[in-house]
């Protein structure tokens, strides 16, 4: 079956393995396997028939992504090949995967982001998607592209970079223009929109910062910067620059309560206005 098909490069085979996140996964694959027999094929074709973290993602989002129009063998080997291009894609997924255990609450174990969390799904498909549009794959790279957003309803420009370990809680609604950045350890909830004003066609999307949290529904407009460690809240609307550790909320969106610390690991949006 397709889900016992290995890699045949051997730096693909090493790509993303032995990281303890693997060995979580397939320990997690097993024990589900045992609880619900009925899931044992699919747990095995998506997790336990593959040698390393690279391979099942691969799978993962090929069996998603495909389709009709491309077959979900032939977006293996796009996946596979962007792998082998930037070991770093893998470095960051399992970085992204780690995030989701550490910030949601709702998480209990690796199976439920890698199989299930869109959020999780649409960003690593984004990753393959900017290795292509960094290779001038535009095309290719529009397809994964449109196929996330309509999987997923995650809508993330191939251009835009994104760190790793950022978590996307939910993610229904995201949209993150083409001359966007996104730092490390960000954390955005759904309904977070990175966009652009105006008909400029240069740098005109907001550059996040490390460690930001983004809050449901905020709106982050125009090329500004959003400064390490700020907090947004929910339903702001952000139009000038946000300084580091800062807290803003509003229309438009001002600061509010004292400085934060680590707000995306801690996923605190709490505000004390008494400070």
């Known amino acids: 079956m ?137 095309t290719l790279a529009f397809f994964l592209q449109s196929r996330m957003s309509e999987l997923y309803s995650v809508d993330i420009h191939p251009a835009a970079p994104i760190g790793s370990g950022v978590f996307m809680d939910h993610a229904t609604g995201i949209v993150i223009g083409e001359t966007a950045r996104v730092g490390n350890d960000v954390s955005m909830l759904h309904g977070v929109t990175l966009g652009g004003t105006g008909k400029i066609y240069t740098d005109r999307h907001p550059k996040i910062g490390n460690g930001v949290l983004l809050g449901a529904g905020s709106k982050v407009l125009g090329n500004i910067r959003i400064g390490d460690e700020a907090r947004v809240g929910s339903g702001s609307v952000v139009l000038s620059d946000v300084p580091a550790r800062c807290s803003v909320a509003g229309v438009p969106a001002k600061p509010v309560g004292g400085a934060c610390m680590k707000p995306a690991q801690t996923m605190d949006q709490k505000f004390d206005m008494g400070l």
């Open 2 to 138: 397709a889900g016992e098909r290995s890699l045949e490069s051997p730096a693909l085979k090493t790509t993303g393995a032995p990281a303890p996140i693997w060995h979580k996964l397939r320990f997690d694959a097993k024990t589900a396997a045992d609880q619900e027999p009925a899931l044992a094929s699919y747990l095995a074709a998506t997790v336990l028939n593959h040698e390393t973290f690279a391979e099942a993602l691969c799978y993962q989002l090929a069996q998603k992504a495909g389709g009709p129009d491309m077959s979900a063998l032939a977006i293996r080997e796009i996946c596979e090949s962007a792998y082998k291009q930037d070991a770093a894609i893998v470095t960051a997924a399992e970085r992204d995967l780690q995030a989701v255990l550490d910030r949601d609450p709702a998480t209990r174990s690796t199976l439920q982001p890698f199989l299930f969390f869109k959020g999780y799904l649409a960003l690593q498909t984004h990753r393959v998607a900017h290795c292509l549009w960094q290779q001038g794959r535009e």
